[in-house]
């Protein structure tokens, strides 16, 4: 059973960083794809950042500039660093995996931005 786990949100000033971190278990195999997605109430859920198992990142243009994804050294892990944080990001953020065919999500993790 695939599960993905994440770390690292809370509840930070306008301005400030945070990074978020997700890590798969249950698999032998390398992830394809990972990302973030994020939904902020009463909005659909969206992309903010994805990065395939080559390196190639795609960004949210509201994001671009201010964070960062990557893949982590552990086989599986993902990260979102995220910088210049504004109110506008505040969400739940979530992980997402692809392998093969099948995708996964995690839990969500809260991430809250003070003006």
């Known amino acids: 059973q695939v599960q993905l786990v994440e770390s690292g949100g809370g509840f930070v000033q306008a301005g400030g960083s945070l990074r978020l971190s997700c890590a798969a278990s249950g698999t032998i195999f390398s992830m394809n794809d990972m990302g973030w997605y994020r939904q902020a109430p009463g909005k659909q859920r969206e992309l903010v950042a994805s990065i395939t198992s080559g390196g190639s990142t795609t960004y949210t243009d509201s994001v671009k500039g201010r964070f960062t994804i990557s893949r982590g050294n552990a086989k599986n892990t993902v990260n979102l660093q995220m910088n210049s944080l504004k109110p506008e990001d505040t969400a739940v953020y979530y992980c997402?995996?692809?392998?093969?065919?099948?995708?996964?999500w995690g839990q969500g993790t809260q991430v809250t931005v003070s003006s």
């Open positions: 997402n995996a692809n392998l093969a065919s099948l995708t996964y």
